[in-house]
């Protein structure tokens, strides 16, 4: 079945550092990648989305590029904010799966000041 | 609405009791997911509705939950004879769907209800 992998929290950053998360996949064909944001005490919110092989998205400063070959999704920063603490979720939707969005157990960024 | 309303937004309730979660979609997304958020088993799908389709309950994970979609908008999660460990916070979303083209456009949340069995 389809499953995503990202790297253990907790993550502390200062402010300014470089941030990478790291998010793989396995998926039935050709997914859809997300990566979803959750910030303290709200709704997980859309950060960014790749539909197919070496689409980058972006948003806020970050990025993340869709790598078929190596079946991966990271998430980029090059100069984190203490407002970027958060709990960071990579996602799919397969193509065995039009709609069923298949996240990963989530990364807590801390950024310190 | 402006965006996806959940209520309430925190329920506490004793062992065996039934609850009822109510999810408003965005105005005009025919697409509804309900997920359940806890520690430990991070996000897990529970069900789906798309228009007047038959609705995908593979996820319920027994048949103490149930739900329904009124008229192709509002939305009621039941639980039945809840146990401590149906604790956990339950997220509702939308979006736009269409025919097969669901996976691109991404979902919006609402920001959840805590439910807390004791």
């Known amino acids: 079945g389809d499953s995503v992998t990202q790297m253990e929290g907790p993550v502390t950053l200062s402010e300014e550092a470089f941030l990478t998360i790291n998010c793989t996949y396995t998926?039935?064909?050709?997914?859809?990648l997300f990566w979803y944001v959750q910030y303290p005490g709200e709704g997980l919110q859309l950060l960014l989305k790749a539909t197919k092989a070496d689409d980058k998205g972006s948003n806020k400063g970050f990025e993340a590029t869709y790598r078929k070959e190596t079946t991966s999704f990271h998430l980029e920063k090059g100069s984190v904010q203490v407002s970027d603490s958060a709990v960071y979720f990579c996602?799919?939707?397969?193509?065995?799966?039009?709609?069923?969005?298949?996240f990963g157990k989530g990364t807590l960024l801390t950024v310190n000041p | 609405g402006a965006g996806v309303s959940q209520s309430p937004s925190n329920k506490v309730t004793e062992k065996g009791k039934d609850v009822e979660l109510r999810c408003d979609p965005i105005s005009g997304h025919t697409a509804l997911y309900w997920y359940r958020q806890s520690l430990g088993q991070g996000l897990e799908f529970l069900i789906y509705f798309q228009g007047n389709s038959a609705p995908d309950k593979s996820g319920l994970p027994s048949d103490r939950f149930s739900a329904e979609r009124t008229g192709g908008s509002v939305s009621t999660l039941t639980i039945q004879r809840t146990q401590q460990e149906d604790s956990a916070v339950y997220l509702c979303?939308?979006?736009?769907?269409?025919?097969?083209?669901?996976?691109?456009?991404?979902?919006?949340f609402g920001s959840g209800t805590r439910l807390t069995v004791v």
């Open positions: 998926a039935t064909g050709y997914p859809s």
């Open positions: 996602a799919l939707i397969s193509g065995g799966s039009n709609y069923k969005l298949t």
């Open positions: 979303a939308s979006s736009l769907a269409h025919g097969g083209e669901d996976r691109d456009y991404g979902y919006t």
